[in-house]
């Protein structure tokens, strides 16, 4: 008996899969990219009343230092972190990872993680892809600067301007590759906020991605306010758990990874071929 507690021990320490938490149903992930003004005097105040997490991932890249009727400022970021939401990293100047640049991963986080230093903000553990553009060859670099989850978007399954995406499926989908399962656009109606969280079931976690509520700055990812609030209010209805990506730590060890990050990408994409057909 002594010995098998002993194991049971180890494998909680170790974080082995089957310690972790359970997925419910009904498990979503709220993501918000771009540093957007709006996140914080519409989208905070929405999120707060409804007790939900998030991450806003943040970047300087834009006229970010400039325009701040467009772009937040770092003390508004800092509230936001000390409000209970997580501040994640996506890049200084906006830049997405190609096998070109992956040399300058490195300075691109790490501008963010030490202006996070500067006004007491945790060190960025979370990573969105900017204009969702990766490359495997930056997994070990993001790995090593301390990101244990990292989010696309619902390419290359589907194109960009669909706005569509499929469930994060643990085991499957690799950490610092994971799907979103919808892409607000703004001609998003009920249906398309549906299809995306309506995947969270059955082990799924529907990471959805926003941008500005509203994106004066970017037009072509803009959410109404009014269809946000909507949106939301579903959630909440309906007794979803909403939560930021750091914590899908709760139910997923980060350093488990596929065998191959492309295989279910491939998969998802014979299904959507055949659907076609």
Known sequence: MKLWSGIVLILCLTGHAFALEPVPDRLVVLTFDDSVKSHFTVVRPILMDYGFGATFFITEGFDFKTNKDDYMTWEQIAQLHQDGFEIGNH??????????????????????????????????????????????NGFTELSRLGITFARRGGAPEYEYKEGKGFAYELGRDHPLLLPSAGDARPNWTMADFLRAVDQAKDGRIAIL????????????????????????????????QVIALRDLAKYVDPRQMPDSYDAIINQRKL?????AE
């Open 91 to 136: 890049t200084r100047d906006h830049q997405g990872i190609s096998e070109e640049n992956v040399s300058e991963v490195e300075e691109q986080l790490e501008a963010i993680n030490r202006q996070c230093a500067d006004h007491g903000i945790p060190r960025t553990t979370s990573f969105a892809y900017p204009g969702n553009q990766f490359h495997p």
């Open 209 to 240: 991605q926003f941008h500005g509520v509203p994106d004066n700055a970017h037009p072509w990812v803009h959410t109404p306010e009014d269809q946000f609030r909507a949106f939301m209010k579903y959630l909440s209805l309906k007794e979803y």
């Open 271 to 275: 299904e959507i071929a055949r659907k």
